[in-house]
């Protein structure tokens, strides 16, 4: 069992810079692959971005490319997510997940657990 806790979420203005932070209890994410979702009012949720196990590959949706950078430190049982150069459209709110099959996915249903979110809002 993992439990996840997301953090560092908040209100910011559009250029702005925000770094998201998944903690992890209950079991050590090392032996897990990581992903970052988001929602937005009205619409389904939507992969962001995913990290390997060892965190040597990396895999962004197109619109977060160059902008986001997400990340681990196994020694504090973390993810990371930067995000620079907010805009409105990311306004969501955002989920990691852990997933106990190292390959890569983006579909949310093939992730095992799941944080409760935090709300990021990037205003214009």
């Known amino acids: 069992q993992v439990q996840l806790v997301e953090s560092g979420g908040g209100l910011v203005q559009a250029g702005d810079s925000l770094r998201l932070s998944c903690a992890a209890s209950?079991?050590?994410?090392?032996?897990?692959?990581m992903g970052w979702f988001r929602q937005a009012p009205g619409k389904e949720r939507e992969f962001v971005a995913f990290i390997s196990r060892s965190g040597s590959i990396t895999y962004y949706t197109d619109s977060v490319k160059g902008r986001f950078t997400i990340s681990r430190d196994s020694a504090k049982n973390t993810v990371y997510l930067q995000m620079n150069s907010l805009k409105p459209e990311d306004t969501a709110v955002y989920y990691c997940?852990?997933?106990?099959?190292?390959?890569?996915?983006?579909?949310?249903?093939?992730?095992?657990?799941w944080g409760q979110g935090t709300q990021v809002t990037v205003s214009s």
């Open positions: 997940a852990a997933k106990l099959r190292p390959a890569l996915a983006t579909v949310a249903r093939e992730y095992d657990y």
């Open positions: 209950g079991r050590t994410i090392s032996s897990s692959a």
